[in-house]
């Protein structure tokens, strides 16, 4: 499985931004999907993941409110719309899938085997 993310860039606090992480090689409807986010000097962390059918969604609280996660399984992509930007949530945004997820490790970062090679999100102040 080949991820590849897109969508990232430059924009002023309280702006939006929607991320995209296209999924080749197998059937996209099989993987739970997941973004997760590394600031500079920081580790990275998990900030939201979807099921494999999109009915179920999960938010890290510093997210929740302004992020939304979602999936078009027929167009092999999972989307991030991020609003209410600020300043904190600059980072590389990374995209993530895996068919062995479960409730217990679907915020577990060690859990995803397939990974994106990232989006830089800059939010100016």
């Known amino acids: 499985v080949q991820l590849q993310a897109s969508g990232g860039g430059l924009v002023q606090a309280g702006g939006s931004l929607r991320l995209s992480c296209a999924v080749s090689?197998?059937?996209?409807?099989?993987?739970?999907a997941t973004w997760l986010r590394q600031a500079p000097g920081k580790e990275r962390e998990f900030v939201a993941a979807?099921?494999?059918?999109?009915?179920?969604?999960y938010y890290a609280d510093s997210v929740k409110g302004r992020f939304t996660i979602s999936r078009d399984n027929a167009k092999n992509t999972a989307y991030l719309q991020m609003s209410s930007l600020k300043p904190e949530d600059t980072a590389v945004y990374y995209c993530?899938?895996?068919?062995?997820?479960?409730?217990?490790?679907?915020?577990?970062?060690?859990?995803?085997?397939?990974w994106g090679q990232g989006t830089l999100v800059t939010v100016s102040s």
């Open positions: 993530a899938a895996d068919n062995a997820i479960g409730l217990a490790t679907i915020g577990i970062r060690s859990a995803y085997r397939y």
């Open positions: 979807i099921s494999k059918s999109g009915d179920t969604t």
């Open positions: 090689g197998r059937p996209f409807s099989r993987y739970t």
